[in-house]
């Protein structure tokens, strides 16, 4: 199994450019997360899906969106990149009920800088 | 709003020496997890301890999860390098996870 994955690994932007990062688990997860990491920020949540279908604002959605395109893969767009959103951005998914609650599962990351 | 503070911030120290780092927060939690995320990787789950008072242990590593369900702490017995990176501690009440800023370990040969 391959766990989760992310496409690309590395992006450069130009300001105002159109991107659209892409994530996949094969785990038969029902929840899936965006996150942006900068130093001395931690981890914070951009969106998340808890279930197909059903996307929700996490704590920095500004800029960006998401679709749930089926169970395996979400998705997160930027619209028009700004250099405030160069980061590292980290899918994860976890399922939900049981001991194993919430219990997340990350990708490699994907580094973009814009410029 | 639900806030899991990390310290130390940093730790530096020499291969041999026992460490601890805590996790701490004013809110109760269901569960807390541990995670270590190595340079250039993403986290990658550690353990998940659930009961209060409960003590989990992973080889040289053992985590302590505070009676009271708020608070939470990793020691490391006889650090290796292997043991450098960054650690994070995630506290669940209710999706999504609440994450701590983390502790960034090294440990020099």
């Known amino acids: 199994n391959a766990g989760v994955t992310q496409t690309p690994k590395f992006q450069v932007l130009k300001t105002g450019q159109s991107m659209t990062l892409q994530c996949a688990q094969d785990?038969?997860?029902?929840?899936m997360y965006w996150y942006r990491q900068d130093p001395g920020m931690g981890l914070r949540l951009i969106y998340y899906?808890?279930?197909?279908?059903?996307?929700d604002k996490g704590e920095v959605p500004n800029g960006y969106n998401v679709s749930r395109l089926n169970k395996r893969e979400f998705s997160l767009r930027l619209e028009s990149a700004a250099p405030s959103q160069t980061s590292v951005y980290f899918c994860?998914?976890?399922?939900?009920?049981?001991?194993?609650?919430?219990?997340?599962?990350f990708g490699p990351g994907t580094r973009l800088t814009v410029t | 709003t639900q806030l899991l503070e990390q310290s130390p911030q940093f730790l530096s120290i020499q291969e041999g020496e026992n460490l601890t780092v805590y996790c701490n927060s004013s809110?109760?939690?269901?569960?807390l997890q541990w995670y270590r995320q190595e340079p250039g990787e993403g986290p990658v789950l550690l353990v998940t301890?659930?009961?209060?008072?409960e003590v989990k242990k992973l080889k040289r590593l053992t985590f302590q999860f505070g009676d009271a369900r708020k608070d939470s702490s990793l020691h490391i017995t006889a650090a290796q390098p292997g043991d450098t990176g960054l650690y994070l501690c995630?506290?669940?009440?209710?999706?999504?996870?609440?994450f701590g800023k983390g502790t960034r370990l090294s440990v020099i040969a």
């Open positions: 994860a998914s976890s399922e939900e009920g049981g001991p194993s609650s919430y219990e997340q599962y």
């Open positions: 785990m038969n997860h029902n929840s």
């Open positions: 899906s808890a279930s197909e279908g059903t996307t």
């Open positions: 809110s109760v939690f269901s569960s």
């Open positions: 301890v659930v009961t209060g008072g």
């Open positions: 995630a506290g669940a009440w209710n999706t999504p996870l609440v």
